[in-house]
């Protein structure tokens, strides 16, 4: 981020009184959220040119990832001015695998715009946004972009894959008026006007063509009759055969879009600008105002700072991106206090955000989107309330599993010590982002939503803070473990002048039942070996359990020390310990040793009629399938749960959403260690000892 002055329609230019509203623009990769960011600057005057995606031009995307990709990766802060009121854009990515990035901002939106493209066939890719939506109650409306293209029918055909999908009732506003093949323009069916696009101009009022006439009054009507479910009045005039009135149609539009009773559905296309002016109208009538999302996230009594990001990496150093809110009007200053996990912290400089570009601010405004300085301790999803303030709930964000994972190394290894400081911003930044040092592999992990994810965070790695890594998938932790018993004696003896080396021990294995662990016990009598070396030697077991005949730590054994001897002047620990050591190798290498892999039970979410196929993908894994049914929560939705080796995860996701639309996604968590047998123990094996080579 760059500071380049006091940006286009900053906070001094808003209307007396009047508070800047949040709008989220979500929606599948590809619907072209940013083009419809870039369309709403422009048609508002923020930005004297729109800019192309393709091109590299707009103001959101304009990380380098993002450029390349032609696609967001992280979400876009905006603002604009309409007509006295500001609003600030918070564009949020729609691949899968950055899509977490907005989350949090979600909570504290007023408004949500869900982007979709009108090709009924990919309405479904819709379904987990308006499912979320639902769940949070934030009030939502359906822009359908890229009109202009839509075949004949479309736009009925989208929108009854789409209302099963929404717990309220979409509400259509607009019919396209068509041309040959090609959408012109649109009918209204609150205000029963028609208009004609007119690319980056205002749409141009027409009459409504006469062969459109019976389908405007049809749409029309069940317009009014969704409305009138939430108002009386209207379906007493309704009931009457009297034409309502006007202002009380719009009226009732905007009380129940803002109270989110109804999901208004509008068309344009970001590209022309066709529709974009209708859209900002609507949002300025009908979005309601800052207040009703201090109540939804439980701020009273004064002003709070709800943080949807971290930004690292910039000129400005670490930032806290949030929303000011409040149930009256106030805000915050430089300087002012907020309460971070119950301590005091005091707030750096305040800055507007355009993109990339940045404007220092002296105050924030309720309902502002702020970055602001020097909260070191605030995190993602945090509420920090200010003077007087308090905040009765805790936000939580549910992230999507991360299926995705990496073992990374340094080029360099005088490069470990920024790896990790590195890392860490990046998952402070980044939640649905993790890094951790596996214990049992002794590997660097890195775990993202997908591989697309884990390739971009690469890139900012080297990009931001110069660290080259080389990158392999991560080890499996396999075990192994004995089908029976042995005895074995171990006597380690060194003589080479002085003092010599001398250790006897005998031991006995067997093997315990599965994920008993391991048992030490002795029955040494007599004093064949003193007490003071027993510890010795089960370290020395211990040691040799490090690495089994296999070349992977033992698990399941039981080890009892029956028997041995000592010198009274060459014994020691060390000699004990070496003793026990190599009586344990031997004795595991007699003992019919087997490997172990890990099994994961694995929970897959799959749209209806996908079921059966992801059952067979699982079962092409070497998975046990454990049942298949109704999603327990979500409507339409199949669960499939299985057992399947941790080794089988492996490209799992991307195999799940190619069947899908994209759609599926599973969760997997460790459930027991197995036998491995036949080709595949011996792959293991084999990988395991040149890998040792």
């Not at 012109?184 to 749409?203: F, H, I, N, Q």
């Not at 019976?214 to 939430?230: K, N, V």
């Not at 949807?308 to 009007?329: E, T, W």
């Not at 993908?617 to 929560?633: E, T």
Request: aromatic share 4%; glycine share 10%; charged share 25%.
């Amino acid at each position: 981020m760059t500071s380049k002055g006091t940006l286009h329609g900053n906070s001094s230019a808003r209307a007396p009184g009047s508070q800047a509203r949040a709008i989220a623009l979500v929606g599948p990769a590809g619907t072209g959220k940013t083009s419809l960011a870039e369309a709403l600057l422009f048609a508002s005057g923020a930005i004297n040119r729109q800019g192309s995606v393709e091109a590299g031009t707009t103001v959101g995307d304009a990380s380098p990832e993002a450029r390349a990709r032609r696609g967001s990766t992280e979400i876009n802060l905006m603002h604009l001015d309409y007509l006295g009121d500001r609003f600030a854009l918070i564009d949020m990515p729609g691949g899968a695998g950055f899509a977490a990035d907005g989350l949090a901002a979600l909570q504290s939106a007023d408004m949500v715009l869900v982007v979709i493209d009108p090709a009924p066939e990919r309405a479904a890719l819709a379904e987990p946004i308006l499912r979320r939506l639902d769940e949070l109650g934030v009030p939502h409306a359906v822009f359908v972009n890229k009109i202009e293209n839509a075949r004949a029918g479309a736009v009925r055909e989208l929108i009854g894959e789409l209302q099963p999908m929404s717990r309220e009732p979409l509400a259509l506003r607009q019919i396209p008026i068509r041309e040959g093949d090609h959408v012109t323009g649109y009918v209204d069916l609150a205000l029963e006007r028609a208009y004609r696009y007119r690319p980056g101009k205002e749409s141009e009022r027409v009459d409504i063509p006469g062969d459109m006439i019976a389908r405007e009054q049809e749409e029309r009507t069940h317009l009014l009759e969704t409305l009138a479910d939430f108002d009386d009045t209207l379906l007493e005039a309704l009931l009457m055969d009297e034409t309502p009135d006007t202002a009380q149609v719009m009226a009732d539009l905007a009380a129940d879009t803002a109270g989110n009773q109804v999901v208004p559905v509008v068309l344009g296309s970001a590209l022309t600008g066709g529709g974009v002016h209708r859209l900002l109208k609507l949002l300025r009538h009908e979005t309601p105002g800052p207040e009703a999302v201090a109540a939804r996230l439980g701020i009273e009594g004064g002003t709070a700072l709800h943080v949807f990001k971290i930004a690292n990496g910039g000129a400005m150093g670490r930032l806290a991106l949030g929303r000011v809110i409040g149930p009256q009007a106030g805000g915050i200053n430089e300087g002012d206090e907020l309460a971070v996990g119950g301590e005091a912290a005091r707030t750096g400089s305040l800055f507007f955000l355009q993109g990339d570009k940045t404007a220092k601010q002296s105050a924030a405004a309720a309902g502002d989107v702020v970055a602001v300085a020097k909260v070191d301790s605030a995190r993602c999803g945090m509420l920090l309330p200010g003077k007087g303030a308090s905040c009765t709930s805790a936000l939580l964000v549910e992230y999507p599993a991360r299926n995705a994972a990496i073992a990374i190394t340094t080029r360099d290894r005088k490069d470990d010590v920024k790896l990790s400081t590195a890392l860490h911003r990046l998952c402070e930044e980044d939640p649905a982002l993790q890094w951790s040092q596996d214990d049992a592999t002794h590997e660097t992990l890195l775990r993202g939503v997908n591989d697309d994810h884990l390739q971009v965070v690469l890139g900012r790695l080297q990009r931001r803070y110069g660290v080259a890594v080389d990158t392999r998938a991560p080890r499996i932790a396999y075990r192994e473990s004995i089908r029976k018993p042995a005895s074995q004696r171990g006597r380690h003896k060194k003589q080479s002048g002085g003092h010599g080396q001398y250790g006897d021990c005998v031991i006995e294995i067997r093997p315990l039942a599965a994920g008993e662990g391991f048992r030490f016990d002795d029955r040494i009598t007599g004093g064949a070996i003193p007490k003071q070396y027993i510890p010795a030697v089960e370290m020395g077991v211990r040691d040799a359990m490090m690495k089994g005949p296999l070349g992977f730590p033992v698990v399941d054994v039981a080890v009892t020390l029956v028997d041995g001897s000592f010198h009274s002047v060459d014994s020691s620990e060390l000699a004990f310990r070496v003793a026990g050591r190599m009586a344990m190798t031997e004795a595991l290498a007699a003992a019919a040793p087997y490997l172990l892999e890990p099994i994961c039970k694995v929970a897959v979410d799959a749209p209806a009629g996908t079921g059966s196929k992801v059952g067979s993908v699982l079962s092409s894994r070497r998975g046990q399938i454990l049942g298949l049914a109704p999603h327990p929560d979500w409507a339409r939705w199949d669960r499939v749960e299985a057992l399947l080796p941790e080794a089988a995860l492996h490209g799992l996701d991307a195999e799940l959403r190619s069947l899908s639309q994209g759609l599926a996604s599973f969760n997997a968590d460790f459930d027991h260690l197995q036998e491995l047998t036949g080709k595949h123990a011996d792959d293991v094996v084999k990988a395991r000892v040149t890998e040792v080579a």
